[in-house]
């Protein structure tokens, strides 16, 4: 009986996904390239089973055939993964205190928030500290979730996605009215992804509900993909009369500290 054996109790557990796991976990600093039969040594399997195990995670990308000697390598995903791991678990920590620094100097609360599925769900809210600051009561907090397709926030997530994923999460949501503006039409919401994608930056005009407008900004990885995004939001009762003004005066430091952020967490932009 191979390594897995002795687990696998636990209901819906995969006997698969622990054997896979196991493989990438067989290779170490002290033994970088391993043979398919030390492998198989290793963890108690068949030469065979473990052949077609390490063919599969070869052809997604986690493994790499070194062709001098036909041993495997961990291959660039798993790198990917590391890195994707490391940038979730520090994001919050890393950006709280530019996000603090926003709200200081706007007046204005920020919000952090990432996707989850049809969903945008909030992972840090900085209210500034000054006196007479504009505050908007919509009972958020942290882990709070909001539609992405009536959100900046959510607009940002989705914008930078791929065009089957979009597809997809469009085929999941229904464009109901929240606010006088909610876009319901999928073809015009499409057209507003493209835009925030040319753009860089998305706005929400009462889309939400009556009279809240925001403006939200992408945090980039250091791959370059959008994992989160930062908004303030402003009500009309607070004297800023549209969201062209909205995007001039509070856009360009709001870009900075999304730009800031995603330094941080290792992304460079393309000079290009």
Same mark, same amino acid.
Request: hydrophobic share 40%; aromatic share 6%; net charge positive.
């Given at each position: *009986?191979?390594?897995?054996?002795?687990?696998?109790?636990?209901?819906?557990?995969?006997?698969?996904?622990? $054997?896979?796991?196991?493989?990438?976990?067989?290779?170490? !600093?002290?033994?970088?390239?391993?043979?398919?039969?030390?492998?198989?040594?290793?963890?108690?399997?068949?030469?065979?089973?473990?052949?077609?195990?390490?063919?599969?995670?070869?052809?997604?990308?986690?493994?790499?055939?070194?062709?001098?000697?036909?041993?495997?390598?961990?291959?660039?995903?798993?790198?990917?993964?590391?890195?994707?791991?490391?940038? !979730? *678990? #520090?994001?919050?920590?890393?950006?709280?205190? +530019?996000? /603090? /620094?926003?709200?200081?100097?706007?007046? +204005?609360?920020?919000? @952090?928030?990432?996707?989850? #599925?049809?969903? =945008? =769900? +909030?992972?840090? $809210?900085?209210?500034?500290?000054?006196?007479? /600051? /504009?505050?908007?009561?919509?009972?958020?907090?942290?882990?709070?979730?909001?539609?992405?397709?009536?959100?900046?926030?959510?607009?940002?997530?989705?914008?930078?996605?791929?065009?089957?994923? %979009?597809?997809?999460?469009?085929?999941? @949501?229904?464009?109901?009215?929240?606010?006088?503006?909610?876009?319901?039409?999928?073809?015009?919401?499409?057209?507003?992804?493209?835009?925030?994608?040319?753009?860089?930056?998305?706005?929400?005009?009462?889309?939400?509900?009556?009279?809240?407008? !925001? &403006?939200?900004?992408? &945090?980039?990885?250091?791959?370059?993909?959008? %994992?989160?995004? &930062?908004? *303030?939001?402003?009500?009309? !009762?607070?004297?800023?009369?549209?969201?062209?003004? %909205?995007?001039?005066?509070?856009?360009?430091?709001?870009?900075?500290?999304?730009?800031?952020?995603?330094?941080? =967490?290792?992304?460079?932009?393309?000079?290009?």
């Amino acid at each position: *009986m191979g390594r897995t054996g002795a687990r696998g109790t636990a209901a819906g557990f995969s006997q698969s996904i622990d $054997r896979g796991l196991a493989i990438l976990a067989s290779f170490r !600093s002290g033994s970088p390239l391993l043979g398919v039969s030390e492998l198989a040594r290793g963890l108690g399997l068949r030469v065979s089973t473990t052949h077609r195990y390490v063919a599969t995670l070869a052809e997604l990308g986690y493994l790499e055939q070194d062709h001098a000697t036909r041993k495997y390598r961990l291959g660039p995903r798993v790198l990917d993964l590391g890195f994707s791991a490391i940038n !979730s *678990m #520090g994001l919050r920590g890393i950006a709280t205190p +530019y996000l /603090q /620094q926003l709200s200081e100097e706007t007046g +204005y609360t920020v919000n @952090m928030a990432i996707l989850d #599925g049809v969903e =945008v =769900v +909030y992972v840090e $809210r900085c209210r500034s500290r000054r006196a007479g /600051q /504009q505050e908007i009561d919509l009972d958020l907090y942290v882990g709070a979730r909001l539609p992405v397709y009536c959100t900046s926030l959510g607009k940002v997530l989705l914008a930078f996605r791929s065009d089957d994923e %979009v597809r997809a999460l469009l085929g999941r @949501m229904e464009l109901r009215r929240r606010g006088p503006n909610t876009l319901t039409s999928r073809p015009a919401f499409l057209a507003e992804l493209a835009r925030v994608r040319r753009e860089g930056i998305a706005v929400n005009n009462e889309e939400l509900a009556y009279g809240l407008r !925001s &403006i939200a900004a992408p &945090i980039r990885d250091r791959s370059g993909e959008v %994992v989160a995004a &930062i908004n *303030m939001a402003v009500h009309r !009762s607070m004297g800023i009369a549209s969201t062209d003004e %909205v995007v001039s005066r509070l856009g360009p430091a709001l870009r900075r500290a999304a730009n800031t952020i995603s330094a941080r =967490v290792g992304y460079v932009p393309d000079p290009a």
